[in-house]
Nanobody, 125 residues
Framework: QAQLAESGGGSVQAGDSLRLSCAVS????????MAWFRQAPGKERESVAI????????IYADSVKGRFTITRDNDKNTMYLQMNSLKVEDTAVYYC??????????????????WGIGTLVTVSS
């Protein structure tokens, strides 16, 4: 059973940067696509950034393109989300997720079967 643990959230000012980490245990990390999702108060969970199992492909939400970067270190079983130029509207709980099946480029929420408990990012003006 895979376990995902996010870290790195916090409270920052608009324009600041944060780096989120997601440590994965209990499965062969390098074989699975990964993603960051977020959920703001009163809103549905949305995809922020997705990375394929081999890091060759990434997808970003339009709202974060050019500001956020998703990476993964398969030797450390860890995924990252570098968030720059943070905006108030980036305030949300950020979740990392791992795909259900190996070697697939999962993009839809239903294709991710393992989730962390989330880390809160608060951006103030």
């Amino acid at each position: 059973q895979a376990q995902l643990a996010e870290s790195g959230g916090g409270s920052v000012q608009a324009g600041d940067s944060l780096r989120l980490s997601c440590a994965v245990s209990g499965r062969t990390f390098k074989d699975y696509g990964m993603a960051w999702f977020r959920q703001a108060p009163g809103k549905e969970r949305e995809s922020v950034a997705i990375i394929s199992f081999n890091a060759h492909d990434t997808i970003y939400a339009d709202s974060v393109k050019g500001r956020f970067t998703i990476t993964r270190d398969n030797d450390k079983n860890t995924m990252y989300l570098q968030m720059n130029s943070l905006k108030v509207e980036d305030t949300a709980v950020y979740y990392c997720a791992a795909a259900k099946y190996i070697w697939t480029f999962a993009t839809l929420p239903d294709e991710f079967g393992y989730w962390g408990i989330g880390t809160l990012v608060t951006v103030s003006s």
